[in-house]
């Protein structure tokens, strides 16, 4: 799997937008890119993913470069509950037999949202 | 709620012993994962089970195995537990779906303490 390069850690304000950086400059054109994030002692949990356009859904956002080496998700709205590690995994469709798609998780961001 | 179970919650051991971590899949799904989370090594991919047939294995252990039933539930078993083996342990699980697009469901974690 291509690797990912995020910050270690970032800080926000409660109910301010929250951009999360994810830079992916070996990504291959049958690379999906995937958030997942990983609240306090809990399973990590998805939050969005896409190939080429920008995706929205009920959490959050994912903006991906047109050269697709970078993507951002976006949090419009951070919460204190937003608070977790979040990362950026690549996973690659050429993985054949709809079977083999383990996720190779790298150290995530560590996001601090501040009341 | 992921819709994953894991049991037990918590377990401690014994260095020497052998234990049995269970999950339980989201109902329809076919592939389980099973993925390590320790201090020093983040969260690593063990090995992944579909519909009952081991179909990718990651850093596994010798000493770690693991099968799914015909109920598509499954069980790692640990053995000859060491201190290094104290770590969270996380199931997934994902639908049958578009190579490279679907998300995994992960349960809470079991947590394992080797004493």
């Known amino acids: 799997d291509a690797k990912t390069t995020q910050p270690n850690s970032m800080e926000s304000n409660e109910e301010e937008p929250v951009h999360l950086p994810c830079n992916h400059s070996?990504?291959?054109?049958?690379?999906?890119i995937h958030w997942y994030r990983q609240l306090p002692s809990q399973g990590p949990e998805y939050v969005i993913h896409g190939l080429t356009s920008n995706v929205n859904n009920r959490m959050a956002s994912l903006a991906i470069a047109e050269d697709r080496k970078s993507s951002t998700l976006i949090l419009h709205r951070a919460t204190l509950r937003d608070a977790a590690v979040y990362y950026c995994i690549l996973r690659d469709v050429r993985n054949s037999g709809g079977s083999n798609y383990k996720l190779t998780f790298g150290k995530g961001t560590l996001l601090t949202v501040n009341p | 709620d992921s819709g994953v179970t894991q049991t037990p919650k918590h377990l401690i051991t014994a260095t020497g012993q052998r234990v049995t971590l269970r999950c339980s899949p989201r109902?329809?799904?076919?592939?389980v994962y099973w993925y390590q989370q320790s201090l020093d090594q983040g969260l690593q991919f063990l090995i992944q089970?579909?519909?009952?047939?081991?179909?990718a294995k990651g850093n596994i252990l010798e000493r770690f195995s693991a099968q799914q039933f015909p109920d598509l539930h499954s069980e790692l078993n640990l053995s000859s537990l060491e201190l290094g083996d104290s770590a969270l342990y996380f199931c997934?699980?994902?639908?049958?779906?578009?190579?490279?697009?679907?998300?995994?469901?992960f349960g809470p974690g079991t947590r394992l303490t080797v004493t």
């Open positions: 089970y579909y519909n009952g047939e081991e179909r």
């Open positions: 997934a699980s994902s639908e049958p779906g578009l190579a490279g697009s679907y998300e995994q469901y």
């Open positions: 070996t990504i291959s054109g049958t690379d999906y």
């Open positions: 109902s329809g799904d076919l592939s």
